[in-house]
Structures are given as structure tokens and as C-alpha cells.
């Protein structure tokens, strides 16, 4: 059975597409083929300025409509990837682009664009989308939601592992052997996101990226801002747990930019200060809320291409090895896109996907809304 799966992360520099061709069981898949198609840069500013400012109803709906043409154009791009026409897959998973994620209590709400509708409408595709909020009505955060995927495909008999992946934001999968039950998962904190909006505030927008950590590896961390932001009551709060740039967002980086500068620091060094409150908050709270120490990393998503850090966990999280998921069967740029692909095909068959145990919800539900309704 052929499903695509779709993802565009908080960093919001790309969808990501994957086909996969799914059999009995998650860790029976084969990648297929899998495209990333870059969003220009303006509208990569646009989603990012509904984290910052009011927005109009009709330039949400707009930009909903929009993420829903990239996102069909993604699945046609994959498709012609891979040699498959459109009738032969079953299902799409898309998880949408994330503009805000408000699990507290008081809202327990999570939004994400990127029109279903547009997205069936051009591929003739059914499509699974919208699914964080039955585990947000659940009582659970809403994430991570990729926690089921990891211990589907990754857990392995008599070994301890992390799953990580360092997008935007990071997340991670605590897995005890195969024990369903000992699972534990959560976003300890921010990943690429607050390095890259250094970059672009640093190079006044003229880059988006500090490429391979260059400019991290030439600066110093300054240890006493570190300790400072590593301070904020979230890092200390235990899971189940999830953030965004709700909570890492503008005022976190002035936080840390004011703190570094005030002690004389200068851009790269902020960029080293950043990239050190990232291991850091990693491997602070592997710690802390882990019952043992992992025995292994298994690492993916887009820090992954930041050289620097990816030296620096390794550094810091020895001597375990930190391994890319590459080397377990899926490229650590595609894993993301994959989950979801598994996601989709799980809801199609009614079969619950959350864990409770990841996200704080009181039961396990079935995950997404399918477009068109009806079907299975």
C-alpha cells in the first residue's frame, strides 16, 4: 500500500514528501522516493510573522489556501519522483504548517495550515491532516506525535535508545527495549530556530542559516547567559510537554542577544551561546527525566546538516554513540515526512497513534480528520 506523508516544520523552509510503501506493520516500510521543496522567502516571512503579530482572517485564510497548493504540488513532485500515478496511492498525511500550538490548559489548542481540501481537490488523493487536536481534546499536548513512529521502527529488544530530532524545535523519544509502556517523550526546547533567527538578525536577513555551524564554531559561548536562559521554568518542568515559538520565540532571542552583547559578545559569539543552550537543554533533561541513560542516540531532522552541532551533542552525550537515522534505513531528512506517511495510514485503519504516555492524554485515540470524509 503506497502513502505519501507531508511535512513543513516549524523552521518553515521547506514541505518535505515522502512515499512510502507500507505493509503490516510500521518497521515493514520502504522510502519510495522523497522531495523537499524549498518556500520562497516571503512566504516563509509571512508564516512567521502570525507567531509575532495580529493577523486578518482573510490573510489566514489566504495563506491556508496557498500552504494547500505548495503542499499538492509536493505530492505531485513525489509522485513523478517515484514513477507513481496519483489512483495508485492511498493516502496522504499531511501534517500541515504548525502557526500556533497552545497546549496549556486554558486553551489546549493547536493550529496548522495547509487546505486538505486544496490538497485532495489537486491530487484525487485522500488526505489525513489535522492531527494533534483529538489528543489536545484528550487532555494530552498535542505532541510529540512522531513518539508512536519512533518506538514502531526504532525500539529494539534490550537496548535503551533516543530518538531525536532537531528541528525548529527539538523532541525526543526515550525507548526501554520494546516496552510500550516506558516510553517517555517530549520537546526539551529550541533547536534551529533561535540559531536561525540569530543569522538573519546578524546578517541584517541576508542569510537564513549559520552553514555547518561555522560561525558558532568561531565564536565562544558565553557560559553565564547560558546558564541564565537554561533557567527559564520550562527546561525544569517535567513531561509530558511541548513547545514552540510561542514560548522560544522574540523575546527569548532578545533575551539572549542583550545577554551576550552586554558582556561585550559578538554575533558569533550569540550563535555559540545558542547552539550551547540547545546541547545543553538536551542532554540536561535526558538527566534528569529519563530513568537510565540512553545506550544510543538515533538523530534526525534538520540540525542535523549544522555540523558544529551535531559534533557538540556527540561531544556532549558520549560515550554513547549519536547515530543519523541514515543509518537505520530512513535519511535523516526524511524521517519527518515518513511519520506521517504511518500516521495517515494508521488513522485510515482506525488504529489509534498517540501515546499517552508521551503526550499526558487520558486515552488513546484515533489521530486526523480524512478529506473526503467517509472511506477507510
Not at 28 to 45: D, G, H, V, Y
Not at 107 to 115: K, Y
Not at 191 to 196: E, K, P, V
Request: glycine share 10%.
Amino acid at each position: 500500500m503506497l502513502w505519501v506523508g507531508l511535512m513543513s516544520g516549524t523552521s518553515a523552509d521547506a514541505i518535505d514528501a515522502a512515499l512510502v510503501q507500507l505493509a503490516s506493520s510500521a518497521r515493514e516500510l520502504s522510502l519510495l522516493a522523497f522531495t523537499s521543496i524549498e518556500l520562497p522567502e516571503n512566504l516563509r516571512k509571512r508564516i512567521h510573522a502570525l507567531v509575532q503579530t495580529p493577523v486578518l482572517v482573510r490573510d489566514l485564510v489566504e495563506l491556508d489556501v496557498e500552504l494547500g497548493e505548495r503542499f499538492a504540488t509536493a505530492v505531485l513532485a513525489v509522485l513523478s519522483a517515484g514513477g507513481v500515478a496519483p489512483e495508485q496511492v492511498a493516502g496522504i498525511g499531511s501534517h500541515g504548517q504548525t502557526v500556533g500550538h497552545f497546549p496549556e490548559p486554558e486553551v489546549r489548542g493547536s493550529l496548522q495550515l495547509g487546505a486538505p481540501a486544496v490538497i485532495h481537490a489537486r491530487t484525487g488523493i485522500p488526505v489525513i491532516a489535522d492531527f494533534r487536536p483529538a489528543d489536545l481534546a484528550a487532555g494530552g499536548q498535542g505532541a510529540p506525535l512522531t513518539a508512536f513512529f519512533h518506538h514502531a521502527y526504532f525500539a529494539l529488544e534490550g537496548e535503551r535508545r533516543a530518538v531525536l530530532n532537531i528541528g525548529g524545535f527539538t523532541n525526543v523519544t526515550y525507548l526501554a527495549g520494546s516496552s510500550l509502556d516506558q516510553v517517555i517523550a517530549f520537546d526539551p526546547g529550541p533547536g534551529n530556530a533561535l540559531l536561525d533567527r540569530a543569522v538573519r538578525w546578524a546578517t541584517n536577513g541576508a542569510a537564513r542559516f549559520d552553514r555547518d555551524g561555522e560561525r558558532a564554531q568561531r565564536g565562544t559561548a558565553d557560559l553565564k547567559v547560558v546558564a541564565e536562559l537554561l533557567a527559564d521554568p520550562y527546561f525544569a518542568t517535567p513531561p509530558p510537554k511541548s513547545t514552540g515559538h510561542e514560548h522560544f520565540g522574540p523575546a527569548f532571542f532578545e533575551r539572549a542577544r542583550a545577554g551576550v552583547e552586554g558582556h561585550g559578545g559578538t554575533p558569533d559569539d550569540l550563535l555559540a551561546t545558542l547552539m550551547h543552550v540547545t546541547v545543553e537543554s538536551v542532554a540536561q533533561q535526558a538527566e534528569r527525566f529519563f530513568p537510565e541513560r540512553p545506550q544510543r542516540w538515533i538523530v534526525y531532522g534538520g540540525g542535523v546538516s549544522n555540523r558544529a552541532l551535531l559534533e557538540a551533542l556527540r561531544a556532549r552525550l558520549a560515550p554513547a554513540p549519536v547515530e543519523l537515522t541514515d543509518a537505520h534505513g530512513i535519511p535523516a531528512d526524511a524521517l519527518e515526512a515518513v511519520s506521517f506517511a504511518v500516521l495517515g495510514w494508521c488513522a485510515s485503519r482506525g488504529q489509534p497513534c498517540n501515546l499517552p504516555a508521551a503526550t499526558g492524554a487520558g486515552q488513546r485515540v484515533v489521530l486526523g480528520a480524512r478529506t473526503p470524509p467517509g472511506g477507510s
